[in-house]
């Protein structure tokens, strides 16, 4: 009997022994699931709307506008292209609204797009989201990154003839630089700053362009305005330079910015908005119908290449482009440097602690270090705006917002409603499809005309 009741409280003792530390892992799993979901060691909730809006501002301004005359323009003719541009516009910014109205659902802040696609979905989603979102912005990263070593080629360019140094060089001079100012600012809420200073380097770049460009159309003579290429290649440009407006409007990142607002969060960032397709994209719009009035269908898709100006004048608003790039690209990075810092870094060390130092300088180091390489592998950042606006602003800044938006408020909507937000579900699927091909089939056909690292 009692070897029985040994082996019988062994036994016990090994059952609960197993069942706590079952349960003290479940919960430091649930801890960190929390954390690594939730928390983060960027600042929440400190920013006005203004400041929010001048992120907007810099991160849709930066210099890929200086190829809409040739991206959008030259692919689908005055007519088309000028409604397809405004009335993008216009659907962007309903889209955006929509978006952000979700920002606190259940009662909480959802301070990034993953975070608020797995409240509404689940894990599934969650991860899905997370993919996406990252894989887009760091397309759009290697693309800013490659426009960036466009214009120190320029600035080389404007005061010798001395062509040793071919592109893929200046990208990698622009990486650095890149790299030194991902290190010496932290996060989002530390780039206010740098975010006004951007407005001044985007108005810059905008102004000098539109006035040689002004110029230029003043002085030339006859210009071809037709549609260049056979049947198929004016259809995927077609649809290439519908993915390419998209990319125009919308960030990828509205819920991660719209974390660092201050409340009222949805009223707040109405106004961001509005700030942005108001003050910030006319400029833009401008550019984009002045370049094309001026250079026709040979607008080059780096417009300041097309500009016949002072050189001086030229140097300066390329100057002024490449600096707006690197605000631009730091802004495109947040959602990575966040998840980065939050996974490594210690919160309550502050920014500047050597820890936090040692971990911006290895994972943003690698980070930028990788997206300079394969920019200059694969040189065409034209391509890459085709690719994020295909691949991100379809699916994560119209399709999946509207079925969010059904799922979260759509209860009591009418058959018509209903109706209208799952046709522009249905579209941005189709959209998205048709884009990604159109983008993908650049890639390879400039992959296949051009050598890796080419100088173009």
């Not at 690594?36 to 909730?45: A, K, N």
């Not at 989603?125 to 120190?152: D, H, K, P």
């Not at 370049?291 to 390329?318: H, R």
């Not at 499809?433 to 890639?443: G, M, P, S």
Request: glycine share 8%; with cysteine.
């Amino acid at each position: 009997m009692l070897i029985v009741y040994i082996s019988l409280s062994s036994s016990s003792l090994k059952s609960f022994i197993t069942l706590r530390l079952k349960a003290i892992f479940f919960s430091a799993f649930l801890q960190i699931r929390s954390r690594f979901m939730w928390e983060t060691v960027h600042r929440v909730g400190q920013d006005s709307w203004w400041e929010v809006g001048f992120h907007f501002i810099a991160a849709l301004n930066n210099a890929f506008i200086l190829g809409y005359p040739a991206l959008i323009m030259a692919y689908l003719g005055f007519a088309t292209g000028s409604l397809c541009l405004i009335g993008g516009g216009v659907i962007s910014f309903y889209n955006n609204c929509l978006l952000g109205s979700l920002h606190e659902t259940g009662g909480k802040r959802h301070i990034r797009y993953r975070d608020l696609a797995g409240h509404i979905y689940g894990r599934g989603m969650y991860r899905a989201t997370w993919f996406v979102q990252y894989f887009n912005l760091s397309i759009a990263n290697v693309g800013t990154i490659i426009l960036a070593g466009e214009a120190l080629k320029a600035i080389w360019g404007a005061f010798t003839d001395n062509t040793s140094v071919k592109l893929a060089g200046w990208i990698v001079v622009a990486g650095v630089c890149f790299g030194l100012f991902a290190f010496v600012v932290p996060n989002l809420h530390a780039l206010r700053f740098f975010s006004t200073c951007s407005l001044f380097l985007s108005l810059i770049y905008t102004c000098i362009a539109i006035g040689v460009a002004f110029s230029d159309g003043l002085k030339a003579g006859p210009r071809d305005y037709s549609l260049k290429g056979t049947k198929a290649d004016r259809t995927f440009n077609a649809i290439g330079a519908l993915a390419t407006i998209a990319f125009a409007y919308n960030t990828g990142i509205l819920p991660e910015m719209q974390a660092t607002i201050r409340q009222p969060t949805t009223t707040n960032i109405y106004k961001a908005l509005g700030m942005q397709f108001t003050v910030g994209t006319f400029p833009f719009l401008v550019l984009t119908f002045v370049g094309y009035w001026a250079y026709g269908n040979t607008a080059n898709p780096y417009l300041l290449l097309s500009l016949g100006g002072p050189k001086s004048l030229v140097t300066v608003a390329n100057a002024a482009a490449f600096l707006q790039a690197i605000v631009s690209l730091h802004i495109y990075a947040t959602p990575m440097y966040e998840f980065m810092d939050t996974h490594f870094a210690r919160k309550d060390q502050g920014d500047w602690s050597a820890h936090s130092m040692l971990v911006r300088l290895i994972t943003r180091g690698t980070y930028i270090t990788i997206s300079t390489f394969l920019g200059a592998l694969l040189p065409f950042f034209g391509d890459f705006i085709t690719l994020t606006g295909a691949m991100a602003a379809f699916p994560l800044e119209s399709g999946i917002i509207h079925h969010m938006y059904l799922k979260v408020k759509g209860k009591g909507f009418s058959t018509w409603r209903l109706t209208w937000h799952w046709c522009i579900v249905v579209l941005s699927g189709v959209l998205t499809v048709a884009t990604c091909a159109a983008a993908v089939r650049y890639i390879i056909s400039d992959s296949i005309y051009y050598h890796a690292f080419a100088d173009l």
